[in-house]
DNA sequence: AAGCAGTTGCGTACGACGTACCCGGTATCT
DNA sequence: AGATACCGGGTACGTCGTACGCAACTGCTT
């Protein structure tokens, strides 16, 4: 991110990688470790839940299972594997069944509710930079269960690839938006109503210009009461089954 | 973000937003300030671009257009503005008429395009951390043309948000996966196919688990050449403006 | 013309961050 | 018993955002 941060050299193609997921946690010799992955991820995260993700530092989730800073460094070697193991341990909250039914709309509709839920547990999740990134179990799990149910249907790889995408896009977006009042609200202090105050004479000022009637509807609109969350959610979500669904070629005989 | 950030306090409703669009950039009264926000936020994003948004730090900025750090937050008092400002600045090289055509499936592809160009130009656009945005002079450009486009055609302004926001996922999605191999390749150092090679240990346990079917598929596959990413992009945006069709009560007699 | 209030550029300093390096202690293997 | 490999963690470095204060300068008021 900042400071040091310099980059492990890739030497050359053939030394072992340092891959969270490979490293064994126990080692085969010398003392017995004093603390356990699990217990730092689930420090880190009751930390990320409740304070925000810039709170789950090394320092900060060192003392809060009690050790020396640098002791964290033994059981995971950079923040962004505590980060991986994070994510990954959020998406291991998914209760996913161990194949997809058979019924695609009905799974991903689980999956999507299963998503939205495990991100307003941990709003940090909406908020990582994502960036190429190594799978582990949970999210597997979850890659499998949620491609496996376009899976067979004739679809080319990128063609499932590009709808799963589509389908991870809208709830991410949807969550995002969601969660990103709560957590303003953590980060600044603010409430809802007190941002809109805050920001009203800049918005008055975009008003009476006259010239954003879009803006203007939003801002209007967003006074008065909305549907509720869950409406809205699964009015998109919706959208995006029928949009799968009519990219699915039809089993027997006419297309869609 | 971190270090001290600590967050101004909201003493009264009354008092005024220190809000960047609403501040004037130059004073009343006193000496002529020596730089410009414009070149502030150009210097900013030229280093960002080559370097990733970390390297975008206000000494960096501060020393790239030759003034000492401090002298910048006269300019600008927050980095979380500056990055406000870059945003704006890059949405600003979007190239759209002042109207919608009112053809609105040719306008929203001429925006995802013009998104699509601007995020592979700026790549630390995508990898913001979407916050409580107040929007700029050129978001609410962007707002007005594609809410515009849906605008008037029967739909709740709920409704439009929420196919609004689809697109905006979906494009932004995309974009994201496509940047984050350049972007990715900046900060660690390593090329895709070194990365591949990196990760190939972990990657062959899993395959050789054989527990893993549509990892194994998208793995095998990833290895041969794919669509164009324009084409990719372009069939899943079809895929979107077809839902967005699909959601357009018909002008005159039958519906959907 | 003189004074003063407001604004400039900017040096210094503080408290956070990630983490490299090093050390003394401990558990296991030979 | 000695060697080996790993443990916990203290210290230190370079980075960050930014609060504070100060001298110089500008333009308005008298």
């Given at each position: 991110m900042h400071a040091k941060t310099q980059v492990r050299e890739v030497?050359?193609?053939g030394d072992a990688p340092d891959i969270i997921w490979l490293r064994?946690?126990?080692?085969?010799?010398g003392p017995r470790p004093a603390y356990s992955r699990a217990q730092i991820v689930e420090a880190a995260i009751r930390v990320a839940d409740h304070?925000?993700?810039?709170?789950?530092s090394m320092r900060r989730v060192a003392k809060e299972i009690g050790a020396?800073?640098?002791?964290l460094y033994r059981y995971i070697p950079r923040r962004e594997d505590l980060i991986e193991l994070m994510v990954d341990a959020a998406l291991?909250?998914?209760?996913?069944?161990?194949?997809?039914?058979?019924?695609w709309r009905a799974d991903l509709t689980l999956l999507a509710h299963g998503l939205r839920a495990v991100s307003l547990r941990h709003p940090w999740l909406t908020r990582l930079p994502q960036t190429r990134r190594v799978f582990g179990p949970n999210a597997l799990r979850m890659l499998e269960f949620g491609g496996g149910t376009l899976?067979?249907?004739?679809?080319s790889i990128d063609e499932m690839m590009t709808l799963f995408g589509i389908f991870n896009g809208y709830v991410d977006g949807f969550v995002r938006a969601e969660v990103s009042w709560a957590e303003e609200e953590r980060r600044t202090g603010m409430d809802r109503d007190q941002w809109m105050a805050y920001t009203s004479p800049y918005v008055h000022q975009i008003l009476a210009g006259g010239r954003h009637p879009v803006f203007s509807k939003v801002v209007i609109e967003a006074r008065q009461p909305h549907m509720d969350p869950e409406a809205r959610f699964e009015y998109g979500l919706g959208l995006i089954l029928d949009t799968i669904a009519a990219s699915i070629p039809a089993p027997s005989g006419q297309a869609s």
């Amino acid at each position: 991110m900042h400071a040091k941060t310099q980059v492990r050299e890739v030497d050359s193609v053939g030394d072992a990688p340092d891959i969270i997921w490979l490293r064994p946690e126990r080692p085969a010799r010398g003392p017995r470790p004093a603390y356990s992955r699990a217990q730092i991820v689930e420090a880190a995260i009751r930390v990320a839940d409740h304070e925000g993700l810039d709170a789950a530092s090394m320092r900060r989730v060192a003392k809060e299972i009690g050790a020396g800073t640098m002791s964290l460094y033994r059981y995971i070697p950079r923040r962004e594997d505590l980060i991986e193991l994070m994510v990954d341990a959020a998406l291991g909250e998914l209760d996913l069944p161990e194949r997809p039914s058979g019924d695609w709309r009905a799974d991903l509709t689980l999956l999507a509710h299963g998503l939205r839920a495990v991100s307003l547990r941990h709003p940090w999740l909406t908020r990582l930079p994502q960036t190429r990134r190594v799978f582990g179990p949970n999210a597997l799990r979850m890659l499998e269960f949620g491609g496996g149910t376009l899976d067979g249907r004739g679809l080319s790889i990128d063609e499932m690839m590009t709808l799963f995408g589509i389908f991870n896009g809208y709830v991410d977006g949807f969550v995002r938006a969601e969660v990103s009042w709560a957590e303003e609200e953590r980060r600044t202090g603010m409430d809802r109503d007190q941002w809109m105050a805050y920001t009203s004479p800049y918005v008055h000022q975009i008003l009476a210009g006259g010239r954003h009637p879009v803006f203007s509807k939003v801002v209007i609109e967003a006074r008065q009461p909305h549907m509720d969350p869950e409406a809205r959610f699964e009015y998109g979500l919706g959208l995006i089954l029928d949009t799968i669904a009519a990219s699915i070629p039809a089993p027997s005989g006419q297309a869609s």
